[in-house]
Every structure is written in C-alpha cells, then in structure tokens.
C-alpha cells in the first residue's frame, strides 16, 4: 500500500497554471509584435535618414555652389578692377611724366625772359625806358611763374593720387587673395563625398569661428573695395584730363606771349632804327652846317682882318693931320671925311666882331650838340645792339621747341567706372 508524502509544498491550481501558460503566450507575443514594429520603424526610419542625408548633402552642394560662383563673380570682378587700377597708375605715370617734362622744358624760358630782361638793363641814358619789350618780358616771367606753379601743384597731385590708387588696389589684391582663398576652401568642401578618405569628426564642428561676418558684411566690404578703386579712379582720369588741359593751356599760354613779344621786339628795333637813321640824318647835317659855319668864321675874320688896315690908315691920317700948324688945323671937309670913315670902319669892324662871336658860339652850339647826337647815336647803337641780342637769345626758344615734341595726350581716356558698375552686383 502506497504512502502519502509527509514533505508539506505549495501547490498551484490547474487554473492557474493556465493562466501562467497564457501570461507566457501573451507576453510573447507582445514582445514580438514590439519588435516587429521597432524593426519596421528602424527601417522606415532608415529609409528616411538616408533620404534626409542625401537631400542635405544635396543641399550642402548646392550651397557650396552658389557659394562658388558667387565668389567666382566677385573674383573675376576683383581682377578686372586690379587690372583697370594698374592701367589707371601707368597712364597717370605717363601724365605725370609728362606734366613733369612739361614744368622742366619751362626752365628755358625763364631763363631766356630772365637774360633778356638783364641784358635790357644795360641801355645807357636816355635809351634806358620802360618800353613795351620790357613790359611783356615782365608778362611772360609771371606767365611762365603761374604755369610752373599750376604744373607743379597737378605734379603733386598726381603722386597723391597714385598714392590713393595703390592704396585701393592694395585693398583688392586682399580682398582677392581672400577671395581665392576661399574659392580654394569650398571647392576643395564640394570636392568631398562620404567615400572621401579625407573626411573625419571634428571637435565642435559647428562653432562660429572669431571674426565671422554676415553675408550682407561679406558683399559690403567688397563693393565698398570696387566702388573706391572706381572713385579713385574717376579722381585719377578727371586729373589727367586736367593735366592734359594744363600743358595745351600753358603751351597756347606761352606761344601767344612769344608772338605778342616778338612783334613788340621787332616794332621796338624798328622804331630804333628809325630814330637811329634820323639822327645819323641830323648828324650828317649837322656836320656840314659846321663845316659852312667854320668856313663863314673863317671869312669874317679876313674880313675882320682886312678892315683893320682901312681903319689903321684912317687913324694914321687923323694922327698926322692933328700936326697942321696954326691956321691950318682945320677942321675941313677932309677932315670930317676922316673921322666919318674912321667912325664907318669901327662900325663896321664892330659888327664883324658882334657876327663873328655869334658865328663861334653857334658853331661851339653845334659842335656840342654834335657831341651830344654821337653820344646819343652810340647809346642807340649799343640798345639796337642789345635788342638784336635778345632776338638771337629768344632763337633758342623757337629752336628748343623744334625740338620738343611730347604728345598732348599720353594715353586715351577712358571712362572705367561705367564699365565696372555693370559687373557690380
């Protein structure tokens, strides 16, 4: 006969053994349908990412791109403009250049002007006045003054521009070299694809970097850069034009000044030359005035001389008469004939004397103002000489502008800022 065990245990009721076994069954299930769902929404969400990588990796390129051409645009933009500066600096060098062989060419005529208005300065007497000649030689030294200080001042100017143009292309050779720089960088970030060996992670990849600027900064500095290289270049082309002016303008200026002083030379010689034959004229005359004036003296003193024998025989008989003795110291009609012609002869050999003073002092007159005339034609002599010299200085200027032959426009002007501000965005 079978014993009952005596060891006491728990035990479960059938229905609770069901309901283990159907706990058991339905956590099961749950459990695969959770990981049914997590694996499809692992792939849903695979699906997704990998559209969504792809999409901003698409996006990033496009970004990358148009991040390339714009800085392409504003690259090639930048090097048109350092090009236009560098053609803007040598053309302003030309100008300058020019303007400076303008002011130096002009040392010539100051000292010409200045020779001439010297060597004037030696007429003697009378001849020495303040004529016409000397009045433009004066004209033309302030003339030549004002050019060199115009020439002068726009020869200041231009290195101050070219300073500022330098300045400005330094600026855009920066902002170029940044620019290429950077077109390096994006090129090299579109370059990159997730199969490049170059990529990796990086510590706080999304930083923003010291100094970052906006993209409104961004297109601002370089506008700014462009827009003052064009102003700069709008100041160089006004003062080369101006310059351009200056040297036609100081040109006509001097040419007109030595037209107007070489007639005033050549009017002033004339009118020396005419008084210089005139007084040649008077000279002649006046010699030969002198010549009959010392043949007239001459003649009154044999007059003079042959009156005195009359005289001397009139007194030698008035003399002897007054030895009648007595009665016969008559006072006859001999006797007042005597007297009569002794008296007539002293008349006359007194207006002789009286003629032939006069005649001496005219002649001493005549001989002084002869003195005077030769005195007077030597000075004219000597200014017509002085005046001839100062055509022959003044040659050197026509000759030295024969020579001289700079153009009036070193290089044709153009209007730059028209052509850059069609490529500025």
Excluded at 18 to 24: C, E, I, R
Excluded at 58 to 71: A, E, G, V, W
Excluded at 196 to 215: A, N
């Amino acid at each position: 006969m079978a014993t009952l065990s005596s060891k006491p245990g728990l035990k479960h009721s059938v229905t609770d053994w069901d309901a283990t076994n159907k706990l058991l069954s339905d956590i099961a299930e749950y459990r695969r349908k959770a990981s049914h769902d997590i694996c499809q929404e692992g792939r849903a969400l695979r699906n997704e990412t990998a559209n969504k990588a792809s999409w901003l990796e698409s996006d990033s390129n496009r970004r990358l791109s148009d991040r390339i051409h714009d800085i392409s645009h504003w690259k090639e933009l930048l090097e048109f403009c350092v090009q236009e500066v560098d053609r803007e600096m040598d053309a302003l060098t030309l100008s300058k250049e020019a303007a400076e062989r303008a002011l130096a060419s002009l040392t010539l005529p100051l000292e010409v002007t200045v020779d001439c208005l010297t060597m004037r300065e030696g007429r003697r007497g009378s001849e020495l006045v303040s004529d016409l000649v000397e009045a433009e030689l004066k004209k033309e030294v302030r003339v030549i003054d004002e050019a060199q200080h115009a020439l002068q001042q726009q020869i200041d100017q231009s290195f101050e521009e070219l300073c500022l143009l330098q300045e400005a292309r330094h600026q855009l050779t920066l902002d170029l070299q940044n620019k290429m720089e950077a077109l390096d960088a994006d090129m090299s970030c579109l370059s990159l694809t997730v199969t490049s060996s170059e990529i990796s992670l990086k510590p706080q990849p999304t930083r923003i970097p010291h100094g970052s600027s906006t993209p409104q900064q961004w297109v601002q500095f370089s506008h700014h850069n462009v827009t003052r290289a064009q102003q700069e270049m709008q100041a160089s082309q006004q003062l080369r034009e101006n310059i351009s002016t200056t040297r036609v303008q100081v040109q006509n200026e001097l040419e007109a000044q030595r037209t107007v002083l070489q007639f005033a030379l050549r009017k002033r010689t004339h009118n020396l030359e005419q008084a210089k034959d005139e007084l040649q004229w008077q000279l002649k005359t006046t010699k030969d005035q002198i010549m009959d004036m010392e043949e007239d003296i001459r003649g009154l003193e044999d007059d003079l001389q042959a009156k005195m024998s009359p005289l001397k025989l009139s007194h030698t008989r008035l003399e002897n008469r007054t030895k009648r003795p007595g009665m016969d110291l008559c006072w006859d009609e001999v006797q007042s004939g005597l007297v009569s012609e002794a008296k007539q002869l002293e008349g006359i050999i007194q207006s002789l004397h009286e003629k032939l003073s006069q005649a001496q002092h005219s002649l001493q007159d005549l001989r002084h103002h002869e003195a005077c005339m030769l005195e007077d034609l030597s000075r004219k002599q000597d200014t017509l000489s002085l005046e001839t010299r100062t055509q022959e200085i003044r040659q050197r200027l026509f000759t030295a502008s024969q020579k001289q032959s700079y153009p009036i426009a070193a290089v044709p002007l153009t209007n730059y800022s028209k052509r850059l501000n069609g490529k500025v965005a």
